[in-house]
């Protein structure tokens, strides 16, 4: 009796592990922390009624499958607010780079302009009136592009470390009430159910 029991638990904890990668990933990480948070002397399967294991089961099976889905929907929610985030950081940056291109478009265009003159002297003259303007923009063109790679490049990075902090919480939340709530229910089978969840259970029937 005590080993199927143990079997069903372990499988149930396995078995919230079937979503579909990167979150089965996390989750998969998560439980690991759970057995280890739940020890190894943690176990203490006291009565065998199948009445004390049953109730156990009814009243606290569905507390874990809260936990899980609250996980998934803090998980899926991480994601969500820095995907978004980098819409709106790759939108910004898209913005710039069509505003870079028509500048060059501009600085080329001075200069293709010149291939008109007929007159070689004038065609020269024309370049360098071009080109000594245009050292000025050209320098602060340079120096906006590499101002705009490096805010892009730290953007990123900080999406990505908010996002990780933000599962990182989720995935300590998850393994933190998880285990807890494991103890809780061994607890449950060596002495049976606590009065207060017995009302409330009775209640909800």
């Known amino acids: 009796m005590q080993t199927m029991i143990f079997t069903i638990l372990i499988l149930a904890l396995i078995g919230t592990t079937t979503a579909v990668p990167p979150f089965a990933v996390a989750q998969a990480e998560a439980n690991e922390d759970v057995i280890y948070l739940l020890g190894p002397n943690t176990i203490s399967w006291g009565s065998a009624d199948p009445e004390i294991t049953s109730q156990c089961f009814t009243y606290y099976m569905p507390l874990l499958n809260q936990?899980?889905?609250?996980?998934?929907?803090?998980?899926?929610?991480?994601?969500t607010v820095a995907s978004q985030a980098i819409t709106k950081l790759s939108a910004s940056a898209a913005q710039n780079r069509a505003n870079f291109v028509n500048e060059t478009t501009n600085i080329c265009s001075a200069f293709?302009?010149?291939?008109?003159?007929?007159?070689?002297?004038?065609?020269?003259?024309?370049?360098?009136?071009?080109?000594?303007?245009?050292?000025?923009?050209?320098?602060?063109?340079?120096?906006?592009?590499?101002?705009?790679?490096i805010s892009l490049k730290?953007?990123?990075?900080?999406?990505?470390?908010?996002?990780?902090?933000?599962?990182?919480?989720?995935?300590?939340?998850?393994?933190?009430?998880?285990?807890?709530?494991?103890?809780?229910?061994?607890?449950?089978?060596?002495?049976?159910?606590?009065?207060?969840?017995?009302?409330?259970?009775?209640?909800?029937?």
């Open 154 to 205: 730290g953007g990123l990075q900080q999406i990505k470390y908010t996002e990780q902090i933000c599962k990182n919480e989720a995935q300590q939340a998850y393994s933190t009430q998880t285990s807890k709530t494991y103890k809780e229910l061994y607890a449950c089978f060596a002495n049976g159910l606590p009065i207060a969840s017995t009302i409330k259970a009775s209640a909800s029937t």
């Open 112 to 149: 293709t302009s010149c291939n008109s003159e007929n007159n070689n002297l004038d065609f020269l003259n024309c370049y360098a009136i071009a080109l000594s303007a245009d050292i000025s923009e050209s320098y602060n063109l340079s120096g906006s592009a590499l101002n705009a790679a």
């Open 67 to 79: 936990i899980t889905l609250n996980f998934s929907v803090q998980y899926e929610l991480c994601v």
